[in-house]
Nanobody, 121 residues
Framework: QVQLVESGGGLVQAGGSLRLSCAAS????????VGWFRQAPGKEREFVAA????????VYADSVKGRFTVSRDKTEKAVYLQMNSLKPEDTALYYC??????????????WGQGTQVTVSS
């Protein structure tokens, strides 16, 4: 069992930045692909970004490309989502998820509880 904990959310003005962190309790992310997802009130959960298991390749949703960056800590103990040029439409509960077999985690993989990001206009 892998338990994930997100942190770093908060309230920021439009145009500002936040860095979210995802940590795995009691283990590292070695061998896991890690993805970030978000869910705004009244909307479905959507993919934001992911980083692959071994080669560190990244993939982004079009809505965040060029503004968000996903990265791994060199110790493999954390994965980050650097969010720049934030917009009010980025407001959502942000989740990280990890998969030992897929490029992009699914609901059948490991998930955290989420961290709230609120962007004011």
């Amino acid at each position: 069992q892998v338990q994930l904990v997100e942190s770093g959310g908060g309230l920021v003005q439009a145009g500002g930045s936040l860095r979210l962190s995802c940590a795995a309790s009691g283990r590292t992310f070695s061998g896991y692909a890690v993805g970030w997802f978000r869910q705004a009130p009244g909307k479905e959960r959507e993919f934001v970004a992911a980083i692959t298991r071994y080669d560190g390749k990244t993939v982004y949703a079009d809505s965040v490309k060029g503004r968000f960056t996903v990265s791994r800590d060199k110790t493999e103990k954390a994965v980050y989502l650097q969010m720049n040029s934030l917009k009010p439409e980025d407001t959502a509960l942000y989740y990280c998820a990890a998969s030992a077999s897929r490029l992009i985690p699914t609901m059948n993989d490991y998930w955290g509880q989420g961290t709230q990001v609120t962007v004011s206009s």
